[in-house]
């Protein structure tokens, strides 16, 4: 049974009360407790040694990637973080200044978005260090995104470039926060997602959410320098196009909207960000699946994202 079959089955008959907005299968969940205009978001997510990291990476790195990853789910929202419990698991023989740098990283982002860390725990793990993160956040209801709603005809775009994030982007990425609640603000974003298993992946969830498929264009994907060098180096067998569509760690952002707005998103957006890349990869269409077109044709894209014509 993989990860996904897994949580279906756990999350088939969750207890639920009415605060509950959306329950499990978005990126946040998303509770009414009766504040005026605004919803809370609730997301929980955990690195564990030798899995989301490696005891090579810098303690602080480790710590931002930790918060970091709550915060992209935060993002995919279009939420703004205000609190953070933190669950700490360590060995018998855990080194406490390798464990306060690790803080240090955390507590440095969340000073960043100006976000409180209030609590938490410290547990025995028998064999591996591992960071819990609980993230509380908040969203204007009528700025929420969720994963559904994407609709035949929707641009799709994407921040930031893809692929070979195992080259250090997934120890110290920037979560999008200010990207997406200034893009909730200014024009109808609907299917929005963060990119943690890779691009087609994802996507695939917002597809399954909406009902529909894609057409994306391979030339508009925008394939990070890291994903290049990785294959030019022999570091990864994986090639560029191919690494942007299924590495995983990217923490960007995936969403759509009407075909008529995707000028006005792209313009204005190198205004605002002028340093992040916006990408519009293709289109929402009716018909499942995913398709990937280029020069010489299109080609339905695998379960796991792999394509076999040449590539560049
Ligand atoms: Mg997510």
């Known amino acids: 049974m993989d990860e996904f079959e897994l949580i279906a089955r756990l999350t088939q008959q969750m207890p639920a009360n009415p605060a509950v907005i959306v329950g499990p299968g978005d990126d946040c969940a998303v509770l009414d407790f009766g504040l005026p205009q605004h919803w809370i978001l609730f997301k929980t997510d955990a690195v564990v040694e030798g899995i989301h990291y490696d005891d090579r990476a810098a303690p602080e790195q480790i710590g931002h990637k930790a918060l970091g990853r709550c915060l992209s789910d935060i993002a995919a929202m279009a939420g703004e973080p205000t609190s953070?419990?933190?669950?700490?698991?360590?060995?018998?023989?855990?080194?406490?200044?390798?464990?306060?740098?690790?803080?240090?990283?955390?507590?440095?982002?969340?000073?960043?978005?100006?976000?409180?860390?209030?609590?938490?725990?410290?547990?025995?793990?028998?064999?591996?260090?591992?960071?819990?993160?609980?993230?509380?956040?908040?969203?204007?209801?009528?700025?929420c995104v969720l994963r559904s709603g994407a609709r035949p005809g929707d641009a799709i775009f994407v921040t930031g470039e893809l692929g070979g994030s195992l080259a250090g982007k997934h120890l110290s990425f920037a979560p999008r926060l200010a990207e997406a609640r200034w893009l909730a603000e200014h024009f109808p974003l609907r299917g929005m997602i963060d990119l943690s298993d890779g691009l087609a992946s994802d996507l695939r969830h917002v597809l399954r959410c909406g009902g529909v498929g894609a057409e994306l264009l391979s030339d508009a994907i925008p394939i990070s320098r890291a994903a290049k060098a990785r294959y030019r180096d022999h570091l990864s067998p994986k090639r560029p196009l191919e690494a942007a569509l299924t590495d995983g760690e990217?923490?960007?952002?995936?969403?759509c909207a009407p075909a008529g707005d995707a000028v006005a998103v792209l313009d204005a957006w190198k205004v605002a960000f002028p340093r992040v890349r916006l990408s519009c990869i293709g289109k929402i269409s009716a018909e499942p699946g995913i398709r990937l077109r280029d020069r010489r044709g299109q080609e339905t894209l695998g379960a796991h994202g792999y394509i076999h014509f040449a590539q560049p």
Do not use: C, W
């Open 84 to 143: 953070a419990l933190v669950t700490v698991g360590l060995p018998r023989d855990y080194r406490p200044e390798r464990v306060e740098a690790i803080y240090r990283g955390l507590n440095r982002l969340a000073d960043q978005h100006r976000m409180a860390v209030v609590g938490g725990e410290t547990t025995t793990s028998p064999e591996r260090t591992f960071f819990s993160v609980a993230v509380i956040g908040k969203v204007k209801k009528e700025h």
């Open 250 to 255: 990217d923490f960007e952002l995936l969403f």
